[in-house]
T-cell receptor, first 121, second 109 residues
């Protein structure tokens, strides 16, 4: 149980284009999903928290107009990197949390997708 | 402010035991998580402690002392595949997960 998928696993794009990353909870309903970014040899950095059906809450310093998050259903959240630039190249990881232990583990456990490696040329 | 401290890097020998410490200062406490992250991969859940004491799960054990703001992850019978970063994270009073920077564990033959 508690499987989270992410698609695509890697993407290379040209500067100025937009990239959409999907995050799905496959066997549980995720009331809350999180988006992280991780640069090489650095720790996880939380970008935003999204609850199904409501606007995402962005961390300080994260541009909401650049990183669009949509949590349209209890099993799907998307992150769109708009007008991507080389400095946006990073490892983007989503996680999902099922309330009340819905994911099978302790309540409030975050289960991570495999990540998406974005390279902007 | 909220703070989680863990060593940056540790080295241990295959077959041995290693203890990775984590101290925290957070606004409230609703549990402590340990995650394992191999290079280039996403973190995977290892353990959760909310009450004081030791939780054992196979070769891995996690300990918590809430009064001391302290936890450790104990890895026994180390294997080469245990080489990874180990992340300590605390759930604060707002149920926000506060992450440590991670401890890179290097296993030598």
């Amino acid at each position: 149980g508690a499987v989270v998928s992410q698609h695509p696993s890697w993407v290379i794009c040209k500067s100025g284009t937009s990239v959409k990353i999907e995050c799905r909870s496959l066997d549980f309903q995720a009331t809350t999903m999180f988006w992280y970014r991780q640069f090489p040899k650095q720790s996880l950095m939380l970008m935003a928290t999204s609850n199904e059906g409501s606007k995402a809450t962005y961390e300080q310093g994260v541009e909401k107009d650049k990183f669009l998050i949509n949590h349209a259903s209890l099993t799907l959240s998307t992150l769109t990197v708009t007008s991507a630039h080389p400095e946006d190249s990073s490892f983007y990881i989503c996680s999902a949390r099922g309330e009340g232990g819905l994911a099978g583990g302790p309540s409030d456990t975050q289960y991570f997708g495999p990540g998406t490696r974005l390279t902007v040329l | 402010g909220q703070n989680i401290d863990q060593p940056t890097e540790m080295t241990a020998t295959e077959g041995a035991i290693v203890q990775i410490n984590c101290t925290y200062q957070t606004s409230g406490f609703n549990g402590l998580f340990w995650y394992q992250q191999h290079a280039g991969e996403a973190p995977t859940f290892l353990s959760y402690n909310v009450l004081d004491g030791l939780e054992e799960k196979g070769r891995f054990s996690s300990f918590l002392s809430r009064s001391k703001g302290y936890s450790y992850l104990l890895l026994k019978e180390l294997q080469m595949k245990d080489s990874a970063s180990y992340l300590c994270a605390v759930l604060d009073s707002n149920y926000q997960l506060i992450w440590g920077a991670g401890t890179k564990l290097i296993i030598k033959p």
